[in-house]
């Protein structure tokens, strides 16, 4: 079993920067493919980057090089960097773990969830 706890939400103006963290407990983190995923009202949850355990990352296409991915394992830690935020970026973010060698973008893949923390971005 692995819990997820997010943190960082917020509300900031456009243009600005968030870094949410997702503190993972049970099973070592290390082990796990961590993403992170988005659901706005109104909107299906939506893939926004993954991390596996070789380093290889993926974005989806709207927030590449904009935010960046990275995980500390021995603080059991993966972090989302958010920069130059749009109002399309507000959403409810929640960080996601599967037990699993290879990224996927697909949220059913992911068996582990955290509660969220709500991003707002006002223009």
């Known amino acids: 079993q692995v819990q997820l706890v997010e943190s960082g939400g917020g509300l900031v103006q456009a243009g600005n920067s968030l870094r949410l963290s997702c503190a993972a407990s049970?099973?070592?983190?290390?082990?796990?493919?961590t993403g992170w995923f988005r659901q706005a009202p109104g909107k299906e949850r939506e893939f926004v980057a993954a991390l596996n355990l070789s380093g290889d990352i993926s974005y989806s296409d709207s927030v590449k090089g904009r935010f960046t991915i990275s995980r500390d394992n021995a603080k059991n830690t993966v972090y989302l960097q958010m920069n130059s935020l749009k109002p399309e970026d507000t959403a409810v973010y929640y960080c996601?773990?599967?037990?699993?060698?290879?990224?996927?973008?697909?949220?059913?893949?992911?068996?582990?969830w955290g509660q969220g923390t709500q991003v707002t971005v006002s223009s």
């Open positions: 049970g099973r070592t983190f290390s082990n796990y493919v």
């Open positions: 996601a773990a599967r037990f699993h060698m290879s990224i996927d973008s697909r949220s059913d893949e992911y068996g582990y």
